[in-house]
T-cell receptor, first 113, second 113 residues
Framework: GAGVSQSPSNKVTEKGKDVELRCDPISGHTALYWYRQRLGQGLEFLIY????????KSGLPSDRFSAERTGESVSTLTIQRTQQEDSAVYLC???????????FGQGTRLTVV | GEDVEQSLFLSVREGDSSVINCTYTDSSSTYLYWYKQEPGAGLQLLTYIFSNMDMKQDQRLTVLLNKKDKHLSLRIADTQTGDSAIYFCAETGRGSTLGRLYFGRGTQLTVWP
């Protein structure tokens, strides 16, 4: 597609449920990133994928968070047993390679009630 | 660690210049970026500067980098109401954190007509 696409755009879930967030990167971009933006805060790095290399998962805040990417295509971020503190906007970005311009999607606003 | 600091709010009148300031901690960052976020939208890369440059100009935008003081600024000339948004400063990681961007909390720019 023309840009990075994320779905859903909004998600309201009950505490304790699992959620899956999806990111479609720009075609041909080998690097894909997930960030979290809490209300009034900057972006917090979660994870990135670069080609076939092992992903850098060091930003994931707990073992309830996981992410997968199939090849150089779609990525899903899964949050298990959601907590209220998980409420945030989850942003995905992709770039041609590491350290080149990253293009961001519009984000998924997650609200845990 | 990487700590990026920005003032949170800036208000200017239409037609005036805006200057948004940022300080960072990692003197080995390769690139420093300015992103713009409009309400309900993802992040848009405005401009970036390579760490061996002091200044970069791009139409109404001027980026100044003072490596000694680890200070980055974004000047917007002839600010318009359409420039109202949140502006994020970001620096790249190095080595094992190469794939990450470290963001400040963002500066809310309000432009009054």
């Amino acid at each position: 597609g023309a840009g990075v696409s994320q779905s859903p755009s909004n998600k309201v879930t009950e505490k304790g449920k699992d959620v899956e967030l999806r990111c479609d990167p720009i075609s041909g971009h080998t690097a894909l990133y997930w960030y979290r933006q809490r209300l009034g805060q900057g972006l917090e790095f979660l994870i990135y994928f670069q080609g076939n290399s092992a992903p850098d998962k060091s930003g994931l805040p707990s073992d309830r968070f996981s992410a997968e990417r199939t090849g150089e295509s779609v990525s899903t971020l899964t949050i298990q047993r959601t907590q209220q503190e998980d409420s945030a906007v989850y942003l995905c970005a992709s770039s041609q390679s590491l350290n080149t311009e990253a293009f961001f999607g519009q984000g998924t606003r997650l609200t845990v009630v | 660690g990487e700590d990026v600091e920005q003032s949170l709010f800036l208000s200017v009148r239409e037609g005036d210049s805006s200057v948004i300031n940022c300080t960072y901690t990692d003197s080995s960052s390769t690139y420093l970026y300015w992103y713009k976020q409009e309400p309900g939208a993802g992040l848009q890369l405005l401009t970036y500067i390579f760490s061996n440059m002091d200044m970069k100009q791009d139409q109404r935008l001027t980026v100044l980098l003072n490596k000694k003081d680890k200070h980055l600024s974004l000047r917007i000339a002839d600010t318009q109401t359409g420039d109202s948004a949140i502006y994020f400063c970001a620096e790249t990681g190095r080595g094992s954190t190469l794939g990450r961007l470290y963001f400040g909390r963002g500066t809310q720019l309000t432009v009054w007509p």
